[in-house]
């Protein structure tokens, strides 16, 4: 028997495929898609799935290719003289690398063969199983142009631990910083559906907000996208509703949004707006890296000791969290020292004080100034981020605080 570790997609597989393939299906039965669509969800979550009947002609298919072209297409197919069959050559005529899987039913070896003379890539037999998609999509992954990128845009989720700690403050000053690196697209996701501020904060008035992309996640193309997003000083912006939309929106998985991010900006910057709840998870399994943002006051602390053991509970590790002290000042709070002690993992980055050139800003709507305390230490982390400044370890070892928060915390 196959080891199940062998046909599971691995992670790399699954980034190349989301957020990057129309698919098509010909002649495709409802009960079928029905069958088929929630084992293909997992991999292809921005597919904008078109359909076709199997009497489509070849000039609408040509027609199709022509303005939408595929990279995956699933054509069912039930007896040898099936008209869907002679679609075959039409479609790799327009795309020689079409990832073609033909839908069989059990019980016809010649139909296989005849499927794979024509051109198929592979095939699934009914009834369908999560082990037959994965094999069969690890096959077309294979057949998907590479990349002109070296790799994949990073993504970091920026998440206060309770509210009033900046973190938007943070997230709009440091997705900037990016742009100072070298990075040429860089996206602001305000990805906090009920506080969000973002746009405020940028006086910007777009028409559309992520809610809208999660609606129409499955046709999303660069066209669309781009007519979602806003634009301030060189970096995209996708904000937060107004208000909830009507109808139904997911908001618990944030894969629709990043995913996309992830393959079309070098640098995605996710202000979470929350430490809690499905949403934030999703957005905290899709980053690379996480900025846990706090003030050194010590109901920050007790909140950002809980924030941790929930994100490592549900299956978050420490080892891509980064824990960032905002508005720190030694005379009012506690100590790096204590508050590295007190949370059991060390500090990344300070954030001074800086009220008045914040708040400066803030008010009449432009950037924070790279030349304030808060500016030069945004610029700092973000050096600090991009593997240009090594993060200091400083030991310590105040057992007795993590006592007293080891018995607050329970």
Request: proline fraction near 6%.
């Amino acid at each position: 028997m196959t080891p199940e570790y062998s046909t599971a997609m691995s992670q790399v597989e699954i980034n190349r495929i989301g957020g990057r393939c129309k698919v098509l299906f010909i002649g495709v039965k409802p009960f079928t898609k029905r069958d088929l669509t929630p084992l293909l969800a997992p991999y292809l979550p921005l597919s904008a799935a078109v359909e076709l009947p199997v009497g489509a002609s070849r000039a609408d298919l040509s027609a199709f290719c022509k303005t939408d072209l595929p990279k995956f297409c699933f054509v069912e197919i039930s007896k040898a003289d099936d008209p869907a069959l002679d679609l075959f050559p039409e479609l790799l005529r327009h795309d020689p690398k079409l990832g073609i899987i033909a839908l069989l039913p059990a019980g016809n070896p010649d139909l296989i063969l005849r499927c794979l003379r024509l051109g198929a890539s592979d095939f699934l037999i009914a009834p369908f199983t999560a082990e037959q998609v994965q094999s069969a999509l690890q096959k077309l992954v294979k057949l998907l142009p590479a990349r002109t990128a070296s790799a994949p845009g990073k993504i970091y989720s920026v998440i206060p631990v309770k509210g009033a700690c900046g973190a938007t403050t943070l997230a709009c000053a440091l997705v900037y910083q990016w742009k100072r690196l070298g990075s040429n697209r860089v996206l602001l996701a305000d990805l906090d559906p009920l506080t969000g501020v973002v746009d405020f904060l940028l006086k910007l008035k777009p028409q559309f907000s992520f809610a809208n992309v999660l609606q129409r996640a499955s046709d999303m193309d660069t066209d669309l996208w781009n007519g979602m997003v806003a634009k301030r000083d060189g970096v995209d912006v996708l904000v937060a509703p107004e208000t909830l939309p009507d109808g139904e929106v997911d908001f618990t998985d944030a894969s629709p949004i990043l995913d996309y991010a992830r393959y079309h900006y070098d640098v995605t910057i996710a202000d979470a707006g929350a430490a809690h709840g499905a949403w934030t998870l999703s957005q905290a399994a899709l980053s690379d890296e996480i900025l846990l943002v706090t003030t050194n006051e010590l109901l920050a602390l007790q909140a950002a000791q809980r924030a941790l053991k929930y994100l490592e509970s549900n299956g978050i590790g420490r080892w891509k969290i980064r824990l960032i002290v905002n508005r720190y000042d030694r005379q009012v709070g506690l100590s790096e020292d204590l508050i590295a002690s007190a949370i059991g993992m060390e500090v990344t980055h300070l954030l001074p004080s800086d009220h008045a050139a914040i708040q400066k800003a803030l008010l009449a709507g432009k950037l924070i100034p790279g030349s304030s305390s808060f500016g030069k230490s945004v610029a700092a982390l973000a050096d600090k981020l991009a593997g240009r400044v090594a993060a200091v370890r400083k030991p310590s070892s105040m057992a007795g605080l993590l006592s007293l928060f080891s018995r607050t915390s329970g």
